[in-house]
């Protein structure tokens, strides 16, 4: 039963991420959930948030920032901590792989809000693995895309057929152990300069 | 992971693979051991393949320290002591068996604020007293006329920065937590924030003093050399078991950075580093500004004459590199003095500790460097460049005086602090 009473605070300039992380946190039930994502002055939007867990991305430069919490001064009203403590390890790991990193508000329970950083840990993880998929989806169509080109060089200048002219590419990236993607690049930028 | 690998591969020489270490940085000038360490070969002639991680921010550099992402890592000096301690975060044992270097920051403030200090008698280039008085009579001036205190920015509370930029602040009468606001800004971010006068000035390492001078953001107008001549500043830092479980690699390592650090001291070289520290994968600066820190002619405000400035930033000279134990516990004694932990004979023995010269002699004893014979000393007692025991009987240890005249006996914390009248 997700304890809707907390606030979640989210601080990422990755605005598809933050909403990834956000919509998770919705769907578990928590209502009051904020995302900083414009870093200006980002001291001042924590404290006026006023949160109880927060979660930052591990590229942010802003960890550091958000540490200054850490210190009781006037600054800070309610400083705040590093979530996990000495005997969760584990759940340090799985955050900074996941590429996040969490605190709550001192003297928060934190089997309170446990479930929590799980969810948040495995909307990183699913976050990455989508941008990874995509990448590996765009860097295909743009290796075929290459490939036909390079190929429709290979058979106007050889005069050979279209099955013929990728069996070409594909022996000379297999003996020179290369990409057969990159043997294309190199035929296109050829192609390029000699016309 | 190389720690991840059985015991009997410690060895880094082995015929065959070199002993690969993951190493974390923070784009600053006084990471350039490391950049070296690898780009020159001094890594590969110990049997090691460095791979250099570029890093965001200290938090993530002693996280992923802390959890084996790295070996070790280019790391604000009192950084492994805090994580052993547990300041403001989990508690994680660390170890500094190597210095990265002396100085190399500066207290940079807004062209306004300066304007006004300069009307308040400050010169460009006098010392930190004089720039001191300068800026407490603009701090009263603001406080008499109502205005919002001024707000100078630091890289991290647990930082050199912060506690020289507090020392200096309390040393000319400017209370640092009542007088101005100090904030933990990323170095990256300083330039803007200056130029958008967010921030009234900052206490930050190289390239981003010079940066702002450049944009017309900032006047240097303390280095950290001119506050304490010779004051420590990064370490290498590897979590405590490292040692334990991987001494050997520890030692290669150890070797390889001072023959780096060597190098990179070396003026000649300079213009060859500042290219190599330039490159987007390490700094990501022009190689003028990073040459300014190399060579300490800085230049204070845009369109000034650059001035020479002695050891502003020491990579080997005057035992740069030795993790001196009396350079934990000064870091000690502030982080008492602001407020970040209670004073104890038991806790300063434990940050003493965390500087590990036994480690840096046993890594350097074969190779016939000199090695000073004390793991502590009297710190600003050279009033100028003083011989002091060492193995080879001939080390040379340069003048290390604090501004205010103030020395620091490791053996006599309390009374130190006592003496700047806090309350133990």
Request: include cysteine.
């Amino acid at each position: 039963m997700a304890d809707a009473r907390l606030h979640i605070l989210v601080i990422d300039d990755n605005v598809a991420r933050a909403a990834v992380i956000e919509a998770g946190l919705r769907e578990a039930g928590h209502s009051a959930v904020t995302l900083i994502t414009d870093m200006r002055q980002l001291l001042a939007q924590i404290v006026s948030a006023d949160p109880d867990v927060i979660f930052i991305d591990l590229e942010n430069p802003n960890r550091d920032v958000l540490e200054q919490m850490f210190q009781v001064s006037r600054t800070v009203r309610r400083p705040v901590a590093m979530f996990v403590d000495q005997s969760d390890t584990a759940s340090i790991e799985a955050a900074i792989d996941a590429g996040v990193s969490a605190y709550v508000v001192n003297g928060m329970r934190k089997e309170r809000v446990k479930p929590i950083l799980d969810m948040a840990i495995s909307r990183f993880n699913a976050f990455h693995r989508l941008r990874e998929e995509l990448d590996r989806t765009k860097q295909a169509l743009e290796d075929r895309k290459i490939i036909d080109k390079a190929k429709g060089i290979l058979m106007k200048g050889k005069n050979i057929s279209e099955e013929d002219a990728y069996a070409l590419l594909r022996k000379t990236a297999m003996n020179e152990s290369r990409r057969m993607a990159d043997v294309a690049r190199g035929l296109v930028t050829a192609a390029k300069l000699l016309s | 992971m190389s720690s991840q690998a059985n015991p009997q591969d410690d060895a880094p020489a082995l015929e065959s693979e070199p002993a690969a270490l993951t190493l974390g940085f923070i784009p600053l000038v006084d990471c350039a051991p490391l950049v070296v360490a690898k780009e020159k070969g001094f890594a590969a002639d110990e049997g090691l393949s460095l791979r250099l991680v570029r890093e965001t921010s200290w938090a993530n550099i002693r996280d992923r320290v802390m959890i084996g992402h790295f070996d070790a890592a280019h790391m604000l000096g009192p950084m492994p002591i805090a994580s052993t301690l547990g300041i403001g975060h989990v508690e994680a044992p660390m170890i500094a068996p190597f210095s990265l270097g002396l100085g190399g920051n500066a207290i940079t403030l807004s062209p306004a604020v300066f304007t006004q200090m300069e009307a308040a008698g400050a010169k460009l280039g006098e010392g930190p007293a004089e720039m001191g008085r300068a800026l407490a009579a603009v701090v009263g001036s603001r406080r008499a006329a109502g205005a919002a205190p001024l707000t100078l920015a630091v890289v991290h509370l647990v930082s050199g920065h912060h506690y020289e930029l507090r020392y200096w602040l309390a040393a000319c009468g400017v209370d640092p937590d009542r007088d101005v606001r100090i904030i933990v800004l990323p170095p990256s971010f300083m330039v803007d924030a200056a130029r958008e006068q967010q921030i009234d000035g900052f206490c930050a390492g190289e390239p981003w003093n010079s940066l702002a001078v450049e944009a017309g953001a900032g006047v240097i107008a303390v280095t950290k050399s001119a506050l304490w001549r010779q004051g420590p500043e990064k370490v290498l830092g590897f979590r405590a078991n490292f040692a334990e479980r991987w001494p050997q690699r520890l030692a290669a390592l150890l070797r390889a950075l001072y023959r780096a650090a060597q190098w990179a001291g070396r003026a000649d070289n300079h213009p060859e580093l500042a290219r190599m520290l330039a490159s987007p994968d390490y700094v990501g600066a022009p190689p003028a500004i990073i040459a300014r820190a190399l060579s300490g002619a800085l230049v204070r405000r845009v369109g000034a004459e650059p001035e020479p400035i002695a050891d502003f930033l020491v990579f080997h000279d005057h035992a740069a590199n030795f993790p001196w134990q009396s350079h934990s516990l000064w870091f000690y004694s502030q982080m008492v003095r602001c407020g970040q932990i209670a004073y104890g004979p038991a806790l300063a023995e434990k940050a003493r500790r965390v500087y590990r010269p036994d480690l840096y002699r046993g890594a350097l004893a074969a190779t016939g460097v000199d090695l000073p014979r004390a793991s502590a000393k009297v710190e600003g007692a050279l009033r100028t460049a003083t011989p002091v025991a060492s193995r080879n009987g001939a080390m040379i240890l340069g003048p290390d005086g604090f501004f205010d005249g103030q020395p620091f006996d490791p053996a006599q914390i309390e009374a130190y602090l006592k003496a700047f009248g806090v309350h133990i």
